[in-house]
């Protein structure tokens, strides 16, 4: 069967241009979904995705669409996730396509995530369809927007499509360009079948569902599959495309998207980027590029209450069902007890699993300060990984740490330049190109270190831009760096909950700050309690809290005695959520109050 | 049948309320005091049909009992002679405030059995004095100690508070000094908080009256030094007496002892039952006129509560406690070791006991939670 008559694509665009709009008004003008189905923002399903107007889940959906030279064409879009942290599953996303919309809003111009997406599709050697969206805005600028494209992204602006979703302008020229640009997909080599997964979803009643791009051959139920990174085989139960929802069909041919049904029990067994082939006649090898994602940033996640840790398992592993990406493992710590080493995506996808958490489980959580995995060379030759503080070896026998570095994106108004410049070089970063982008903005490219992006950078760029400027990044590698462990420490006992991995140059302004936030939610003791930072022993900042001096109940007579005693139990029950560390007693609250104001 | 040593009557009623004060008190209103002696007199009566009285300590509180006409402290006083045989009491103690006694009520109390008196000073000081919102001055409160030593009373106490806002060291000093010069028996030394209920406690909440655990302190082992100085011994955190002056009637309380109160708001505990007198005056008349007992917040202690009681009380006073009593008597594990290193307990003799040492029972609160 000929693969003439499909086209797979997808739509890349910065937060808020307008691609889920664009989606819709391209699934209505295909009659995909009629007027009564209708709801706004269709493809954003899950509540999460609405509120943030993000997407986590790829939303693939098959269109048919009757094109101006007359012949039908299937069209699949494929829906990426918009954030830099799935960039891996935005990359297999794209892998399953041939072109990409490139969304760029006429009154915005080109922004930060514009720039890394078209990175990745370039990467892919995509067909790349530029659309200028909103041209009914009043401030929409189409030549400004054009010469942007033309100067930074050297498309010609010729090229570029006016729309606006919003109004319905401009769908059908897109539909066109997307049969006429953007090819269909290539003749496959042979028929053995080779089908790229780009995404899974697990459903309760059916199991793991992945989705799928067949580059050749073809499945349908009762085919044998084999996954080639496990080589487990699997019996198809269903196969079907998305219509948006997910349509059983007989099967799936060569250059389709859909989804199959096998029965798998959990995410985790397939992979995404993973090649399923056929069990009796499998292809000798893999599609290309596929690699495990590995989690970039971790932190620990603690329940609130220490009752809770069981409870807080169970809903781990219903997420990770779902989210093959999110790893944890117990682990136990001095100050918080019993929880669990996360490993994420990047800090979005630890919101949103912290989020999920207390949503969908109901599960009250606490996270330590995130942190990111080092490369750390030993004196004896040994590399390690380290994703805890807890486990960087000492001093004496490190002969090198490498930390991992990202390109960021960083979209500037002109006036803003010398304080972002600024930002970076607190952040620890370099700058690496300047471009202006037009009358008012500039583009800076800065490779800075994963770990000073991970908190605040964002934040700061808002403030300093009045909320005009945006970033994005794609990951750089690694790198040397004069790091240090930096541990907290209450009457000389270190507390494990706020050890950190910082650069020595910055240790002690966030040694003193932590210090000072412990400071203010330390109960006073009947003693002087030293709140201190060092780093290998020696001390970088210090604070102390006063010894108690009065503290005693004035009259204590015959009616008082009850409420006396009432006191003490609370006392005595109150000490049971106390964490010891050495003599100091501190209520767990306490260092949850810290890990919220300095996360 | 329980035998009771100790007993504690409540006479609910001030003139004028002091605004941090967290008593159940209220003004005598339009009530009718006769009734109200009666039914003290009733409670009793009933109470006594299920104890069997042997009464040694007997503590009338308030509240203002002095507030009381001569001729029903005479009906409430005779009354309870006429229901028990008083003979074995060795103490018989009366709350007293200034201004509202004279030689002839004092003398009739000391007629009636009266032994001691505490009398509510609070301060010598008048900007004190007002702070506080007592309705009585410096002179009233002096004019009123001699009183009660012309009408006979052997011992005498002063009540004080320190720690007030706007309270100086030097203030404070003269009042230790005053009472002490005055020659009072026993000097109650208490820190003032800022009790539920209270309009000081609103007013603190709105940061008008500040509290200052440094001023506390410094107060605190003011009055220590002072009154140990002048030969008081302080024999509970704030309580100083000249020796054979310590209250009888409340170290049972801190010993653990039974005792029955009668009166609006005045709670009982015998064999291991605890409970209070309705805190209504009306309601709590109303009920002992129907002849049923008028008891609320019923509370039956175990072993454990009893424990941590004397903790709680004990603990506060010189003796301290029997070491059996915290830890299984381990002296050498923690907490017990750890506290007696930094120095806040110390182990008494003859060896088998714990007390507070003077930074200790500045923080006795803390202390005891460590313990308990
Ligand atoms: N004026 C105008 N607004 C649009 C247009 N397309 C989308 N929007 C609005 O832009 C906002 C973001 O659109 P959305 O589709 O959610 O963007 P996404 O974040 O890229 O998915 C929404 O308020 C849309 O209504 C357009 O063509 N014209
Ligand atoms: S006189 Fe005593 S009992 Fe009455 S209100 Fe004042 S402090 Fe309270
Ligand atoms: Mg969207």
Redesign the pocket.
């Known amino acids: 069967m000929s693969t003439a008559l499909t086209r797979n694509f997808s739509i890349i ?1 910065h ?8 989606s819709d008004r391209l699934l209505e003008a295909t009659q995909t979904i009629t007027d009564r189905q209708r709801q706004d ?1 269709l493809l954003d399903s899950m509540d999460l995705e609405r509120e943030r ?1 993000i997407t986590i889940k790829s939303h693939p959906v098959t269109m048919s669409y009757k094109a101006r030279d007359g012949k039908t064409y299937q069209l699949n879009l494929l829906d990426t996730p ?1 954030h830099v942290d799935f960039s891996y599953e935005v990359s297999r996303s794209l892998a399953a396509c041939e072109g990409a919309l490139l ?1 760029i809003d006429a009154a915005q111009g080109v922004e930060a995530q514009t720039m890394a997406n078209v990175h990745l599709a370039h990467q892919q050697n995509l067909t790349v369809i530029p659309v200028i ?5 009043p401030a929409a600028d189409i030549p400004a927007v054009k010469k942007q494209l033309e100067d930074i992204i050297a498309i010609p602006g010729e090229e570029a499509i006016p ?5 319905g302008i401009g769908i059908s020229d897109i539909l066109e360009a997307i049969v006429e640009r953007i090819p269909p997909p290539a003749e496959p080599i042979d028929d053995r079948l080779r089908a790229l997964v780009f995404d899974s979803v697990f459903d309760t009643y059916r199991g793991v569902v992945s989705y799928v791009r067949v580059i050749s051959g073809e499945i349908r139920r009762g085919t044998a599959i084999e996954m080639f990174s496990t080589g487990k085989r699997y019996e198809v139960k269903e196969t079907g495309v998305f219509t948006p929802k997910q349509t059983p069909r007989d099967r799936l041919v060569t250059g389709d998207v859909g989804y199959l049904i096998a029965n798998m029990k959990s995410s985790s067994e397939v992979k995404i980027g993973d090649t399923i082939t056929d069990a009796q006649r499998p292809c000798s090898e893999a599609l290309p590029g596929f690699k495990e994602i590995q989690p970039m940033v971790f932190a620990g996640i603690y329940p609130v209450s220490s009752d809770d840790f069981e409870q807080l398992k169970v809903a781990m592993g219903k997420l990770q069902i779902n989210d093959a990406a999110f790893t944890f493992q117990a682990e136990s710590s001095a100050a918080l007890g019993f929880g669990f080493r996360c490993g994420f995506l990047g800090l979005l996808h630890m919101e949103i699993v912290q989020e999920r958490l207390r949503r969908e489980f109901d599960m009250d959580v606490i996270s330590t300060y995130p942190g990111v995995i080092y490369h750390v060379k030993k004196t004896d030759g040994e590399q390690i990984e380290v994703d805890n503080p807890s486990y960087l070896p000492e001093p004496q026998v490190i002969e090198e740490i490498q930390e991992p570095i990202v390109r960021v994106f960083i979209m500037v108004p002109n006036e803003n330049i010398g304080d972002m410049m600024q930002l970076v070089a607190d952040k620890r970063g370099e700058l690496e190109n300047t471009e202006t982008l037009d009358t008012t903005r500039v583009l800076l490219t800065a490779i800075l270190p994963l770990n000073e992006i991970l908190v605040d950078f964002n934040d700061k760029l808002k403030s300093v831009t009045r909320g005009y400027g945006s970033m994005d990044y794609e990951h750089a590698g690694y790198r040397p760096a004069k790091l240090v462990k930096m541990e907290m420490m209450i009457s000389g006992e270190p507390v494990d909950a706020f050890s950190t991995i910082v650069h020595r140059d910055k240790a002690e302004s966030r040694g003193r700050e932590l210090a000072a936030k412990l400071k203010e939610v330390i109960p006073q003791q009947m003693f002087v309690v030293a709140i201190q930072a060092a780093i290998g022993g020696k001390i970088i900042a210090r604070e102390s809290i006063s010894a108690m001096r009065k503290n005693v109940t004035a009259k204590c007579y015959g009616g008082d005695i009850t409420r006396k005693r009432k006191l003490l139990e609370k006392q005595k029950e109150g000490k049971k959520r106390m964490k010891a560390i050495g003599k100091v007693n501190i209520p767990q609250e306490a260092f949850i109050q810290v890990l919220k104001t300095s996360n | 049948m329980a035998a009771i040593s100790h007993l504690y009557v409540h006479i609910p009623f001030c003139h004028h309320i002091c605004p941090y004060c967290g008593f159940y008190k209220h003004q005598p209103g339009r009530l009718a005091n006769r009734a109200f002696v009666d039914a003290l007199l009733d409670e009793l009566r009933l109470a006594a049909r299920d104890t069997d009285l042997a009464l040694e300590t007997i503590f009338f509180g308030g509240g203002t009992p002095t507030l009381l006409s001569p001729s029903h402290l005479e009906r409430l006083l005779t009354g309870l002679a006429g229901l028990t045989d008083l003979s074995g009491v060795r103490e018989w103690t009366l709350e007293a405030n200034p201004a509202t006694f004279d030689l002839a009520k004092a003398s009739l109390l000391r007629d009636l059995g009266v032994t001691r008196i505490s009398l509510g000073v609070q301060s010598w000081q008048t900007d004190t004095l007002a702070t506080l919102g007592r309705d009585h001055s410096p002179e009233q409160a002096e004019a009123a100690y001699h009183v009660l030593r012309e009408a006979g009373f052997a011992s005498v106490g002063i009540d004080l508070i320190f720690s007030v806002p706007g309270q100086t060291a030097a203030g404070w000093a003269a009042d230790l000094d005053k009472a002490i010069a005055l020659g009072a028996d026993h000097v109650s030394a208490y820190n003032l908080t800022y009790e539920e209920d209270t309009e000081f406690l609103t007013r603190h909440e709105r940061g008008e009256l500040n509290s200052d655990e440094d001023r506390d302190a410094s107060l605190f082992y003011l009055a220590i030094d002072t009154l140990e100085g002048a030969g008081y011994r302080h024999y509970e955190i704030s309580n100083y007496a000249r020796p054979g002056h310590e209250s009888l009637h409340n170290q049972a309380y801190w010993s653990g002892a039974d005792y029955l109160g009668i009166g609006p708001g005045a709670v009982s505990t015998v064999e291991g039952r605890r409970w209070k007198s309705l805190p209504d005056t009306a309601a709590w008349i109303a009920r002992i006129q129907a002849g049923q007992p008028a008891h609320t917040e019923l509370e039956h202690l175990t072993d454990e509560d009893r424990r941590l009681e004397r903790l709680a009380l004990q603990f506060r006073t010189a003796e301290g406690i029997p070491a059996a009593i915290v830890a299984g008597g381990d002296l050498r594990s923690d907490p017990v070791s750890s506290l007696i290193e930094q120095g806040l307990i110390e182990i008494a003799p003859p060896g088998d006991r714990l007390r507070l040492t003077r930074r200790g029972k500045a923080l006795a609160d803390s202390v005891t939670a460590a313990l308990a």
């Open positions: 665009a937060i808020d241009h307008g691609k889920t709009t664009l923002q107007g918009g969304l969206n909103k041209i009914d805005l729309a606006s979703a919003k109004m």
